[in-house]
C-alpha cells in the first residue's frame, strides 16, 4: 500500500487544523488599539498551538519520509494521532478563553499528551513494518526525545494543579525541544 | 480519465469534513472540569462521526487505489456520496445537541445509510467500468459486508423510534465491523 | 510554467468552498422531525449550490486535463473565477435564509453569471496559450454551451424580479445541461 | 528534503485562509437589495486580503518552483510566513467592521507588514541553500521589488494615523506593483 495517499492526507488535515484554530481568534470589539488588549490570553495560546502543530507537521513529514510501507493499522494510528490533533483547536480556545486557569491549563496538557502517546502508537505501528537495519528503524533509534517530551507533557499537566503558569512553562519546554530541528532521519536519509 | 485528480479531490474534501466537525463541540463555558461534562453527548457523537468519515476515508483509499478507470458517471457519484458525508457535521451536531434523542438519532441515522447507498452506488458505477477478471471486480466480489452494514443502518433508523440506544448500538456495530481492516482489496493486489 | 500545481490549488479552494457552505445550515432547535421543516429552504439552496461547485470542479477538471501551458495571466484568471465561487456560502445563504424571495434570487444568479463570466475569462486566457489545432482548443470550439448558460443566467436574474420561481428555473435549466457529462474534452483526448 | 511535501501543504493552508476569510462575510440580514449595502466596508476588505492573499500565492508558487532544495530552517520560515497570512481573516474583519478606522487600519498594515517581512526571511533562508549561479539565487536578484513592498507597508502603518485613506491607498500600490506579474523567476527559468 502506498504511503502517497496517506501522507496527503495527513498533510490535508494538519493544513486544516493549523488554519480553523484562528476562527476562535474572534474579532475585537472596537476600532482602538485598546480593543486588541483583551485578545492576549487567545492570541499567545493561539500562538503556541500553531507552534505544536507545526511541530506535529514537521515531525510527520520527516518521519513518513523514511518510511517504506504502510498498512491499515498504520492508518488507523494515523487517524487516531489526527483525532487528538483536531481537538487543539477546542483545547486552545478554552485555555485562552479562561485566562489561563488551572482546570483549562491541564486540560490543554492533557491534549498535548494525549497528542505524544498517539504519535508514540503510530511510530510503534510503523516500526513493526521496518527491520531494524531500515533508515526508519536507525532514525528512530529508542526515541529518547518522544518519551521525554511525553513524560514532560504529563509533569505539566500535574503542575498545572499547583500553578498553571508551571504547566505552561513545561508545555513551553517541550515545543522549545523540538523546534531545534530533529536532525535523526535527516542524518539517516544522507 | 486520469483517476489521480478525483483521489485528491476526493481526500480533500473529506479531510475537510473530518476536521470542520469539530467547529460544532463549541468551547465550554466556565474554567472548571465540571465546564466539561455537558459536553459529553457531542463529544460521543463527535468521536463516532470521526470513525465513521475515517472509515470511509479507508475504504474510498482502498477502491481507488485497485480502480483503472474513471468517468464522467463514476465523477457525479462520488461527488453524490461527497454530498451526505458533508451533511456528517449537521446531523452529529444535532444528535449530540439533543443528548441522543429518538428523532436525532433516527436522522444521524438516515444520514449514515445514504452514504452507505451512495458508496454503493459509487462502486457499481466503478463495477461497471471494470471487467470481471480485473482485480478491481475481484476485490469487490458481491460485496456482501458493503450490504449488509447498509441493511444494519436500515434496521438501526427503525429501532431508534423504539429506544435511541438501540438505534445507536446498530450504528456502533457497522463502525466495528469496518473498523476490523477490509483486506479484500489489499490480498487483490498482492 | 507546469499546471500542476496550479491545478492541486484549485482543487484545494473548490473542495473547502464545497465544504464550508455546509457551515450554513445551522443545525436546527428542537428534537422532532418538525425541527427540520424550517430547514428546507437553506437546504434546498444547499443542495443547488453543491451542484454548481460540482459542476465548476468538473468542468475545471476537464479543461486543465486538456490544458499544455499555463502563465500569470492565467493563474489571476484562475483566482478571479475562485474568488466569485467563494462568494457561492454567502450567496447560498442569503437566497435560503430569506426564502427564495426575489432580490437574493437576483444576487444568487448575479453571482452565478459573474462565475460563469469568469470561466469564460480563464478558457479564453487558455485559448491565447494553445493554437488552434491543439486538443485544448478544438475541444473548447467556440464554447456554444458556455455562452448559452452565461445568457441563461443573465435571464434568470432578469426573470427573479418578476418571479423568484422563474429565475431559480433558469438556475436549474442551467445545472441541468451542464449535469449532463461534457464529451469535449473527453472525445478530443480520445 | 524534497520540496514537494512543503509546497503541498503551503498550497493547503494557504487554499484554507482564502476560503475561510470568506466566512467573515455575514449572510446579511434582509432580503432588499438595501440589506446588502451594509456589507461594502466588509466586503471591500475581502477583496483586498483575497487579492493579497493570491499575490502571495503566485510568489511561493513562482520562488518554490525555482527552489531545488529545503531543510528545516525553511520549514519554519514558511511556517512562520503561513502564521502571519493566517491572521489575514481576523485583521481582515477587524478592519472591514470598523470601516477602516485608523487603528484597525493599521493593524492591517502591521499584519501586512509581518507578513511581507516573514517573506524576506523565507527568501533569505532559501538563498542560504542555493549559490549564486543557481537560477534561484539570479531570479531572486537584490529583491529590490520586496524591499520596496515592505516599506510601502510601513509607510502605510505609519500614514493610517494621518488618515486611513492614506494608508489604504499604500496597500492598494503594493497590491498593485505584485498584480503586474513578476517575471523574473519565469525569466531565468526560460
Not at 492508518?75 to 483549562?104: D, K, Q, R
Not at 507533557?153 to 494543579?161: H, K, N
Request: glycine share 6%; hydrophobic share 55%.
Amino acid at each position: 500500500m502506498g504511503k502517497g495517499r496517506v501522507e496527503a492526507f495527513t498533510d490535508g488535515v494538519v493544513a486544516i487544523i493549523i488554519t480553523i484554530m484562528v476562527l476562535e481568534l474572534k474579532v475585537p470589539h472596537g476600532e482602538d488599539f485598546s480593543a486588541l488588549l483583551p485578545l492576549w490570553p487567545v492570541f499567545s495560546s493561539y500562538v503556541l498551538s500553531f507552534i505544536f502543530v507545526g511541530i506535529y507537521w514537521n515531525n510527520l513529514h520527516n518521519m513518513f519520509h523514511a518510511v517504506q510501507r504502510v498498512d491499515g493499522r498504520v492508518l488507523w494510528a494515523n487517524l487516531h494521532l489526527l483525532f487528538w490533533l483536531s481537538l487543539m483547536p477546542v483545547s486552545t480556545a478554552f485555555m485562552g478563553e479562561n485566562h489561563f486557569a488551572p482546570a483549562p491549563v491541564a486540560i490543554y496538557g492533557i491534549d498535548l499528551t494525549l497528542c505524544a502517546a498517539a504519535y508514540w502508537v503510530l511510530a510503534t505501528q510503523l516500526h513493526r513494518l521496518h527491520a531494524e537495519d531500515t533508515a526508519f528503524a536507525k532514525a528512530l533509534g529508542d526515541d529518547r526525545k518522544g518519551k521525554f517530551s511525553l513524560l514532560l507533557c504529563v509533569v505539566g499537566v500535574l503542575l498545572s494543579f499547583v500553578s498553571p503558569w508551571l504547566g505552561l512553562a513545561c508545555y513551553v519546554a517541550v515545543a522549545a525541544i523540538w523546534l531545534v530541528p530533529d536532525r535523526r532521519f535527516e542524518n539517516q536519509l544522507e
